[in-house]
């Protein structure tokens, strides 16, 4: 009988081979459809006189009924679970709150004096007065008028300028 002796593998080699065997029996699986990598959802709305547990179970039981071959453990699921929060909302529509026949309504309202009569009109403002002199300095000091005509005639000498170095 003779022994073969194995080469002994480091430690990150044994790591390497182990992941590979993990994968190939992963594969294997996966092929066979014996596995998935996310479990099935369900959901359940849990009533007020059952624990979660219960709600779980009664849930299962009726997905088993559809789904004969799947897992019949409560945790091979992942599950959402609804809870029904506070009494239904109380709904009252406007004839409910403020019917007419409601004879013992009073009016509250204080009394107010009336309103004193109207002043009398005041009388027309007079027209604007028309300007005088040429209409392009209509309204203008004439000393301002002439300042904004020599710094528009500047701005157009270096608009110019400007234009010609371009």
Partial sequence: MTTEQQ???SESERQEAFLAELEAERQRR???????RTRPILQV???DTETDLEAQQRALAEHL?????????????????LYAIGPPPIVQTPSDLWDDDDVGAVDVTPWRPPMP??????PPTPPPPQPTGPPS???????IHARELRRLARLSRTNTASRMHR
Avoid: C
Avoid at 117 to 122: D, G, L, Q, R
Avoid at 137 to 143: C, D, E, L, R
């Fill in 7 to 9: 080469p002994s593998l």
């Fill in 45 to 47: 709305l849990v009533a």
């Fill in 117 to 122: 009569a109207a002043t009398p009109a005041s």
């Fill in 65 to 81: 009924k559809e789904h004969k071959g799947d897992p019949k453990s409560v945790h091979a699921y992942q599950w959402i679970l």
């Fill in 30 to 36: 996966m092929e066979g459809g014996n596995w998935t």
């Fill in 137 to 143: 300095n209509a309204g203008i000091p004439p000393q």
